[in-house]
């Protein structure tokens, strides 16, 4: 792992980041784009991001992330955002959420999957060099 900054994944990330704000903010009425697509992107944001700035292994970064988002999950079911002390409503209180449901959890790994799925389908170094 190294830092490399990416502008191409940094644009992915800010474009995957305006939808994920458009879904929250504009498409909030339609109950599957609210509910579940919002969660599997969410996955997806977190890769491009990381990938924008650190130069990783992706299986290993789609593992982690996929772990990461399973701990905030459960995170919620123990209320962390009202035991840390933030505001339903506030900014951080959305972040990590308030509800634990395991088909947010099936959502991350969808999003996981689709990102290793599309890892392993993007050529590979050799091949561009044909």
Not at 17 to 42: M, N, P, S, W
Not at 58 to 77: N, R, T
Not at 95 to 109: M, T
């Amino acid at each position: 792992m190294k830092f490399k900054f990416s502008l191409t994944y940094f644009i992915l990330s800010l474009c995957i980041f305006l939808i994920e704000v458009l879904i929250a903010t504009k498409l909030k009425d339609i109950f599957f784009v609210r509910a579940y697509l919002g969660d599997v992107i969410v996955v997806i944001l977190l890769y491009t991001l990381v990938k924008s700035c650190i130069k990783v292994d992706d299986q290993k970064l789609i593992l982690g992330i996929l772990i990461f988002s399973c701990i905030v999950e459960f995170a919620q079911y123990f209320h962390i955002a009202e035991k840390l002390g933030f505001r339903p409503g506030s900014i951080m209180y959305i972040v990590i959420g308030n509800a634990f449901s395991w088909i947010d959890i099936l959502c991350y790994v969808a999003g996981c999957l689709l990102l290793y799925i599309g890892v392993k389908m993007k050529p590979s170094k050799e091949l561009k060099a044909l």
